[in-house]
């Protein structure tokens, strides 16, 4: 199964659309928050979408939990869990949905990492990245017993000092 993860785009449109054309062969696709559209922008509707801190209005909700074949997905802005100083209360608040994956913004830096057997997978921004000058996505392939994270640029090019890999399921 694969997993497109976006985050921060703040107003952008086709760049949206081109992140998800060249990961057309995933079966889900994130929006992480501060997407600054509305819910009808024709750019969102492959991409399920949570609320950032710049997202007005009640078109996505705060959160959003989505079981799959492998686990359950728990996407989320972050800025009321403060990501930008630590993923603890983020960590506390995905241990109480019982996910197994966490996709989060709001830092505009890309990363992943595993803590407490929970997969925490930050996408950066296709906007207006932070700590290094690539704007990304990222994408989440979990297959035989084995999980791989991917972070891309805007046009395609993977980012190898990113990746991550491991075994599937984690032990908690």
Not at 3 to 29: C, M, N, P, T, Y
Not at 117 to 134: A, E, K, T, W, Y
Request: contains cysteine; charged residues 25%; hydrophobic residues 35%.
């Amino acid at each position: 199964m694969k997993v497109l993860i976006v985050s921060d785009s703040h107003g952008l449109e086709q760049e949206l659309k081109d992140v998800f054309e060249l990961h057309r062969d995933a079966d889900l696709a994130f929006h992480c928050g501060d997407s600054q559209l509305h819910g009808g922008a024709e750019c969102l509707y492959p991409y399920r979408v949570v609320k950032g801190n710049c997202d007005y209005g009640n078109d996505f909700p705060d959160e959003l939990v989505e079981e799959t074949d492998f686990g359950k997905i728990f996407c989320i802005h972050g800025h009321r869990q403060d990501v930008k100083y630590d993923l603890n209360t983020l960590r506390y608040k995905a241990l109480e949905r019982g996910a197994d994956v966490v996709l989060f913004g709001h830092t505009h830096v890309a990363g992943a990492a595993v803590q407490d057997g929970v997969l925490f997978i930050n996408p950066g921004s296709i906007r207006m990245p932070r700590h290094r000058p690539d704007k990304t996505h990222a994408l989440l392939e979990v297959k035989d017993g084995r999980f791989t994270v991917h972070f891309f640029d805007t046009t395609g090019e993977e980012i190898n000092a990113l990746y991550l890999d491991g075994d599937w399921p984690l032990t908690k």
